[in-house]
């Protein structure tokens, strides 16, 4: 990994974990994930502003969503199947149980829940969805999939009291 | 509740009757009603808020519960706006799995059999039941479309066979009792020149019958599996040698020259019986279809990928692009006689096809209409 300040992420610089890690392995706690990410947007907020923070975490998990489907999902299934492999690696890597509520391929809007979802299941009530860093990880996703730009919107999340966080997906306006 | 009236109690009594009665808008209303006249009695007015949502919630519930029965997706759950409520988590969580419900049923019509429904405890073992029962019947299905495949496979195959019997065979065959039935009643008549003559139509036409019986013969013992590959190498120079021997005497009767191209030094691993059977049954073809004083070529290289690349060209009548596209397949008729009214079945070229895949490599043809055609094929070495 670089440490100029033009660093471009790459998916090799996640390294070989399972050579790194031959006794601990791939998995670690999820308190961990998320004291990463939550002192990372403390720390943000403070310097940063909330609006501009949230915009941070959108465009860090677009990227996340690109790299993913580029090097863990098969790009090359029709929509049905790609959905599947898509639900199949992100209960592989613990990511959250994805389920489709609706799917209109002639629009190309989606509606999506994602169950015990990494960032944000068992979140105390607060009054605002937290999952900005999810909504641009399936809009990555989406983009490198499609090659068409899409807004997504998270309209339920732990943080607004419900139970499943789900996911509006529509195409881009401009 | 107990610092409220007896006024608001007997009202509040009301309106949970109401409720209970399924009289919705009358519990509203009068709720509604009783907030104008007590307004200034009511001593708790979080009590009274936390009714009204009750209500509200309640009434919207019910909305959303008859929405569903009747089978209607777009409604909304009840709004929550404390978000605290346990069972309006519980609403949206139903109309979450009937909406994947719904969507898994659709994506099980396109034919995505791998769905599985986790939730309605028995619904779900029945339903998943069902799937696994509809992809049974699918792999079945999938099974008898290749057995159906197989099956006019075998018939386009017994087919050709007996069309060659009934016609091809016989064809020869009639001229060859033809010309014994001449002799044996006629004998005496003809001079030493004319039985001479008719000696050599004989042979001709019995090597004709000969050759395609060997083929015949081949090619039932290839459909019925008898035929196994045994691959030896050996220099490819003077097997060619060998092969052509057979088809000497018929280029020479239309004064054709057979050339051999094959480098001295090049080998190949390869089955003999089957080599020598494409060798022969090309060159025999290339030889029927060039008119007199014409040339074919047998060469052979070593190829991309190791493969030994065979050819036989010839300076014949070539073939029409409606004629190369029927060849080397089963149920096409593509038989045409010779230059010379020689007989052809198109049987050699279905054998050249089976023995070239058998041993891993193609076949195929480049042709013009009165260009002459090459036929080349592959041997991968391994």
């Not at chain 2, 006689?337 to 054998?351: I, V």
């Amino acid at each position: 990994m670089t440490t100029n300040s033009k660093y471009n992420f790459k998916w090799e610089d996640l390294g070989d974990i399972r050579l790194g890690r031959p006794n601990l392995g791939t998995n670690t706690h999820v308190a961990v994930y998320r004291l990463m990410q939550y002192t990372m947007r403390d720390v943000l907020e403070k310097q940063l502003g909330p609006d501009k923070t949230n915009l941070f975490f959108i465009d860090a998990g677009f990227k996340a969503g690109v790299e993913f489907c580029k090097n863990i999902l098969d790009c090359t299934l029709g929509f049905d199947d790609f959905g599947a492999n898509l639900a199949d690696k992100l209960l592989e890597f613990g990511i959250g149980v994805l389920r489709f509520e609706k799917a209109d391929l002639e629009k190309m809007s989606f509606l999506l829940t994602v169950g015990e979802d990494l960032d944000c299941s068992g979140l105390p009530y607060s009054g605002v969805a937290f999952c900005d860093y999810d909504e641009g990880f399936i809009a990555g996703i989406m983009h490198q999939y499609t090659n068409l730009n899409f807004e997504v919107k998270e309209i339920d999340c732990w943080g607004t009291g419900d139970r499943t966080c789900r996911f509006a997906v529509e195409l881009a306006k401009s | 509740m107990n610092s409220e009236g007896k006024d608001t109690f007997s009202i509040l009594n009301q309106i949970l009757t109401f409720l209970v009665e399924g009289k919705i808008n009358l519990a509203l209303e009068k709720f509604g009603k009783m907030e104008e006249e007590l307004g200034s009695q009511i001593s708790n007015p979080e009590f009274i808020a936390n009714f009204r949502e009750f209500i509200q919630q309640y009434h919207e519930g019910a909305v959303f519960l008859r929405e569903i029965a009747n089978g209607n997706l777009d409604v909304s759950p009840p709004a929550d706006p404390k978000r605290h409520n346990y069972s309006i988590t519980q609403f949206k969580q139903l109309h979450s799995n009937l909406l994947h419900l719904t969507w898994q049923t659709q994506q099980i019509a396109k034919g995505d059999l791998k769905q599985k429904v986790s939730f309605l405890g028995e619904f779900s073992i029945g339903f998943n039941k069902m799937i696994e029962s509809l992809r049974e019947k699918k792999l079945m299905e999938e099974q008898i479309v290749l057995q159906l495949d197989e099956l006019q496979k075998l018939n386009a195959e017994k087919d050709k066979f007996f069309s060659i019997i009934a016609h091809d065979l016989r064809n020869p065959f009639v001229a060859f009792l033809g010309f014994t039935e001449l002799m044996a009643e006629n004998f005496d008549s003809y001079t030493l020149t004319e039985i001479h003559e008719m000696a050599n139509d004989l042979k001709t036409s019995a090597q004709n019958l000969h050759a395609l019986l060997e083929n015949l013969l081949e090619w039932s013992r290839i459909q019925r599996g008898m035929i196994g590959i045994n691959t030896e190498s050996f220099l490819l120079l003077p097997k060619i040698t060998e092969i052509l021997l057979s088809v000497n005497e018929s280029a020479e009767k239309k004064n054709i020259s057979v050339i051999i191209d094959v480098p001295k030094d090049l080998s190949i691993k390869a089955d003999i019986n089957m080599l020598a059977s494409t060798v022969r049954n090309l060159a025999t073809n290339a030889i029927k279809f060039t008119p007199q004083g014409g040339m074919v070529t047998v060469a052979a290289v070593l190829g991309e990928n190791q493969s030994i690349q065979f050819s036989v060209s010839d300076s014949g009548i070539g073939m029409n692009k409606a004629l190369l596209q029927k060849l080397f397949r089963m149920n096409e008729h593509t038989s045409r006689p010779g230059t010379e009214g020689e007989p052809s079945t198109g049987l050699g070229l279905l054998l050249c096809k089976d023995f070239v895949e058998k041993q891993g490599g193609r076949i195929w043809v480049e042709s013009e209409e009165g260009q002459g055609s090459t036929f080349f094929f592959t041997i991968p070495q391994k």
